[in-house]
């Protein structure tokens, strides 16, 4: 009997403290001008003391169990995507689990930056379509505040990033026309250092030290034009080929759902394809770049708006860090 995995449910947590540019503009020197311009982002949330990444992330995944109509114990995988994970090891997933109360099913994180959410619906979809998992829950989850530079050292990165978290259920969908049709991405480790936190290195000895923590090793670094220059060559490319798998053209599709790194970036991208900006949603102007999170919760948000209509085909794409790349396409 032919299946396709597809996504019955959806949910999503931003922490409820808002830091808008002119907050930042207190603490370095950036202004709320120079941010909108180069990134189109206003405002972002970031976690209060004493909340886990696995705390929005358990939230996430209640919203979009229930929205899938099922119960937490139904759930028989989960998977977490992350590039700030809650501790070294294990990883979040484990901390996601314990607070779901959900038994012995396998849990783990992928590693995969900006681009986890599309790795995960892959891994997701591999596993339905397998039949090895029937109900696999996948949360992308991203608290970024805590390991970022406020300093004027670091204002480059920081203005950018945001925290929240998003989730999915993905099951068998006996209607193969609807579902996830198609998830492709790709890889590049070549470009590893133009987007990284350093330390802690397992790779160095020592592998973190107070002057490495004073000299801001610990803090993301990034090579700004280098990675908008390499994103808006990529997500072209993997647009088309996504589309090119499923004999389709970029008219067919209803929505794009991309990374939301740089709203600078997604417009570029959709100038180039010819893909009209009423067609790309997007929340970087309230949430800035959440990661792995940023689509999910995106989703999320218009599936509870009701934007998103059965049967609409949806695309998404994503870039980041590693360089890691991907486009997928959705029948919902
Ligand atoms: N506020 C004010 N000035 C800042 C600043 C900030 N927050 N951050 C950096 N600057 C300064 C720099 O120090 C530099 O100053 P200098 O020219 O005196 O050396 C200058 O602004 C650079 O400006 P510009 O050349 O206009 O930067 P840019 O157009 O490359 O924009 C980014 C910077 C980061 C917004 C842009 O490169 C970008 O979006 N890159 C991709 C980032 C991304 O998407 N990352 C995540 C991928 S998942």
């Not at 990675?227 to 209803?254: C, G, M, N, W, Y």
Request: proline share 5%; net charge negative; glycine share 8%.
């Amino acid at each position: 009997m032919a299946i396709n995995a597809r996504i019955t449910g959806t949910g999503h947590c931003v922490p409820s403290r808002v830091v808008t540019n002119h907050d930042l503009a207190r603490l370095m020197n950036t202004s709320d001008e120079w941010i909108q311009q180069r990134s189109g982002i206003s405002a972002r949330r970031h976690v209060d003391d004493g909340i886990a990444p696995s705390d929005i992330g358990v939230e996430a995944a209640l919203k979009a169990i229930e929205a899938a109509g099922l119960k937490p114990n139904d759930i028989d995988l989960l998977l977490v995507t992350t590039l700030s994970s809650e501790h070294t090891f294990p990883g979040t997933a484990a901390f996601i689990q314990r607070k779901l109360n959900i038994g012995t099913i396998p849990a783990f994180d992928l590693r995969a930056q900006c681009s986890g959410f599309l790795y995960g619906l892959s891994v997701a979809k591999a596993f339905v379509n397998s039949c090895q998992y029937k109900r696999v829950l996948l949360v992308s989850v991203e608290v970024q505040s805590r390991a970022l530079d406020f300093s004027d050292r670091g204002r480059d990165t920081a203005v950018l990033f945001g925290d929240g978290a998003g989730a999915v259920v993905v099951e068998p969908s006996l209607d193969v026309e609807r579902g996830i049709m198609s998830v492709l991405l790709h890889s590049e480790g070549e470009h590893a250092e133009r987007l990284w936190v350093e330390y802690p290195s397992l790779a160095k000895s020592p592998h973190v030290s107070p002057e490495i923590v004073a000299e801001g090793g610990v803090h993301p670094k990034m090579d700004g034009k280098f990675v908008f220059k390499h994103a808006v060559t990529r997500l072209p490319e993997v647009i088309q080929e996504t589309l090119a798998s499923l004999s389709l053209t970029t008219p067919d599709i209803d929505w794009w759902l991309f990374h939301q790194a740089n709203l600078r970036i997604n417009e570029h991208v959709a100038g180039l394809m010819n893909i009209p900006m009423e067609k790309c949603p997007f929340n970087i102007d309230r949430y800035g770049n959440c990661s792995s999170a940023s689509i999910p919760i995106l989703l999320d948000e218009m599936v509870r708006r009701g934007d998103i209509k059965k049967g609409q085909l949806i695309g998404l794409a994503a870039f980041g860090s590693g360089f890691t790349w991907g486009g997928a396409v959705l029948r919902w």
